[in-house]
């Protein structure tokens, strides 16, 4: 962990609500882009995002430095959330449907059409990969997260981790070429 | 072999929240808010509404109601103001009442005391009377004398 991030953080645990909002500033957008990518819905992902943020303000006297940054037990209480939100809400939201202005602001000017096209299409298709797949191949490719730091947000050992990201990429490989084929 | 789809899912690193929702939700953690965020224990403080209410409960809970299961009636009823207060003024009352009785009593006893001595016009006390009787008293004695003298003196003549 940095040395400033655990100055924030040790703060944020004696209920210095200015060294927790610095924390905010500093991963909402990634914790907000992972539960995206997972639940494909705006309003859901702010909700979700939201309560992680509400939950890690609750509960940081339970928070442990284990010499892992505090954005890994951000993850770990994001991963539970969003299997919680698909434990109660049954209903899905193809991403596809989603109107592109709820997508953020990845549509700068500079992005071509057949990239707007193949952003959308990993969307979807990462959403049909198994949880711990999309939570892997969100993690480190999108957030460029260590191995060694994804072990520690999913709980898992290294190369629990590398297995999934080798089967991950092999299955969405998979569901792009199909799709490219149909 | 996958960087095509590595580089793809690194384009999805534009994706970003709203700025309404960032900001909507840092402001959960200004101090305005963060009491009903936080629920992190709060030092104790006796200033604190909630702390001292729950020690003036706990006080009362330690200290009145023991002191009131086991102090004995007597005391309880010693306790009762209105009728320490009832008492106290039913008392100089009282006093009042018995030195009235004593005053009446010992009114009267001199009153009669006095009238008695000042009657002059009491039949014992007429000297006319007392004048008269003796009289009567001398007439029948002396005519008991007489007779009695008079019948002695013929016994011895006799």
Redesign the interface.
Known sequence: MRSEEEILVNKAKN?D?AA??AL??LY??QI??FV??KVGQ?QD??DI??HV??SA??N??SYEHRGFPFSSWLYRIASNATVDHFRTHRHTVDIETVPEEY????N?EE?TID?AL??E???VK?KELEPDQQNV??MK???DKSNKEIAEALQKTEGAIRVIQHRA??Q??TL?DARTHN | M?EH??K???????????NG??FR??N????AT?AT????PRPFSIFNWQYASAFALVLISVIVIPFFMFTPEETLASLDTQALTSEIHSLPINVQLEELKYNETAQETITTAVSEASNTDTNHLNTSLIRREGEIINAINEEEVETNVDDLLNQVIQ
């Open positions: 209920s609500h927790f909002q905010y500033d909402v957008t907000y882009r995206f990518l705006k992902a702010e995002t939201q943020f509400v303000w609750e940081m006297n997508l953020g602001n990845e700068d992005a990239v193949g952003i299409t990993i969307k990462l191949l969100i490719f999108v957030e990429l092999k969405l490989k792009i | 996958h789809i590595i793809q899912l690194k384009s999805l690193q534009t994706i970003e929240p709203d929702f960032v939700t840092r959960l953690f200004v101090p963060i965020v936080n629920i992190s």
